[in-house]
């Protein structure tokens, strides 16, 4: 099975920063990868899909780049609303694996 | 608009098995495949399998194979994943969610999700 692997696994950045976000993959999934926002007790949203497709009602500071294996979400300008843990995910073909998660805090 | 339901907690013994179980409406129910995901308390999503509501057609994780059955009642909209030999460790937050899409596509809709506990 193809592994996802994100880094880093936790990052503190100031209101403002630009942050970025990277994720791995042990094989090929070319831009099968979507990216998601999971706030402290919610449900998992869905921020990017085919890699850099925002989904709707998806603010624009939210971005993603990436083909293959490597992929990047970045926010070019923190909110503090961003705090959060994201994940991406492959969906090329089962099993759909997630990255661990990159748990982003306020500096 | 399109919304999951899904069952209430449940606290279950070492060794047993759960039942949850996710009622879709406001679209088709047999044209979008539905997905379960977990997440044990403070750990990442896991994805568990995939259930296309047409066929029957599944994909299982190798890690939950032979212990994890997923099924769907297209006379009710509901599709369930039933979870057996269950251990401290299948404690955690259950999911269904829908892809976007059809086919198997990212998971744009989700459950409230149901918290299965395993407990002596």
């Known amino acids: 099975d193809i592994q996802m692997t994100q880094s880093p696994s936790s990052l503190s950045a100031s209101v403002g920063d630009r942050v970025t976000i990277t994720c791995r993959a042990s094989?090929?999934?070319?831009?099968?990868l979507a990216w998601y926002q999971q706030k402290p007790g919610k449900v998992p949203k869905l921020l990017i899909y085919?890699?850099?497709t925002l989904q709707s009602g998806v603010p624009s500071r939210f971005s993603g780049s990436g083909s293959g294996t490597d992929f990047t979400l970045t926010i070019s300008s923190l909110q503090p609303e961003d705090v959060a843990t994201y994940y991406c995910q492959k969906y090329n073909s089962a099993p759909n694996t997630f990255g661990q998660g990159t748990k982003l805090e306020i500096k | 608009q399109v919304q999951l339901v899904q069952s209430g907690a449940e606290v279950k013994k070492p060794g047993a098995s759960v039942k949850v179980s996710c009622k879709a409406s406001g679209y088709t129910f047999t044209s979008y495949y539905m997905h379960w995901v977990r997440q044990a308390p403070g750990q990442g999503l896991e994805w568990m399998g995939i259930?296309?509501?047409?066929?029957?057609?599944?994909s299982y994780a190798q890690k939950f194979q032979g212990r994890v059955t997923m099924t769907r009642d297209t006379s009710t909209s509901t599709v369930y994943m039933e979870l057996s030999s269950l251990r401290s460790e299948d404690t955690a937050v259950y999911y269904c969610?829908?892809?976007?899409?059809?086919?198997?596509?990212?998971?744009?809709?989700w459950g409230q999700g149901t918290l299965v506990t395993v407990s002596s």
């Open positions: 969610a829908r892809g976007i899409a059809v086919a198997n596509t990212p998971l744009g809709y």
């Open positions: 259930i296309n509501p047409t066929g029957g057609s599944i």
């Open positions: 085919a890699a850099s």
């Open positions: 094989q090929g999934i070319s831009n099968y």
